[in-house]
């Protein structure tokens, strides 16, 4: 099946390991691991961003694996969990980006189609998340205000 905007098929990225067992040489508890992502997410990382500093500089490999939940999960039950979710941050920073970049560059035509390309996963990812309530359901995108996501 093909990608939806470039109709390239492309190779899929990286694979987890298949055996789904915690690693005898991880030195690790599931209760330190879980003081580690609530640090991180104190200090304002995102999901995402904490998983690749456990996996780079912990040498943690799979947070569900051994603690039988995500970190997702685990930033929701101690109540660190953003508004908005990380997918859609990310996709609000790199439309603020673009516009910013065609702001100094109005007749680049492929940051015009990738701005409307990004705009539009935003939408439906928005749509998503306000159907199963991860979003308020008034939650709206902006893009005049969307340069609040910059960090």
Same mark, same amino acid.
């Given at each position: 099946?093909? $990608?939806?905007? &470039?109709? =390239?098929?492309?190779? &899929?990225? &990286?694979? =987890?390991?298949? =055996?789904?067992?915690? /690693?005898?040489?991880? @030195?690790? +508890? ?8 609530? +640090?991180?997410?104190?200090? @304002?990382?995102?999901? &995402? ?5 456990? $996996? ?5 490999? *799979?947070?569900?694996?051994i603690c039988g939940k995500s970190i997702t999960a685990i930033m929701k039950e101690k109540k660190l969990l /953003? ?13 603020? %980006? ?6 100094? *560059? ?23 998340? =306000?159907?199963? @309530? +991860? %979003? ?6 902006? /893009?005049? $205000? ?6």
């Amino acid at each position: 099946m093909a $990608r939806m905007y &470039s109709r =390239k098929r492309g190779k &899929s990225g &990286s694979k =987890k390991p298949i =055996k789904k067992t915690v /690693p005898t040489w991880l @030195g690790y +508890k599931p209760k330190e691991i879980e003081l580690l992502i609530v +640090k991180f997410a104190k200090e @304002g990382k995102s999901a &995402s961003e904490t998983g690749l500093i456990l $996996r780079d500089a912990y040498g943690i490999p *799979n947070v569900r694996v051994i603690c039988g939940k995500s970190i997702t999960a685990i930033m929701k039950e101690k109540k660190l969990l /953003p508004e908005v979710p990380d997918d859609v941050t990310a996709l609000i920073r790199k439309a603020v %980006l673009v516009r910013k970049h065609l702001e100094e *560059n109005v007749k680049d035509q492929t940051a015009k189609r990738g701005l409307v390309i990004t705009e539009s996963k935003i939408r439906k990812l928005v749509k998503y998340y =306000k159907r199963t @309530g +991860k %979003l308020q359901s008034e939650w709206k995108y902006d /893009p005049s $205000r969307a340069g609040f996501f910059m960090k």
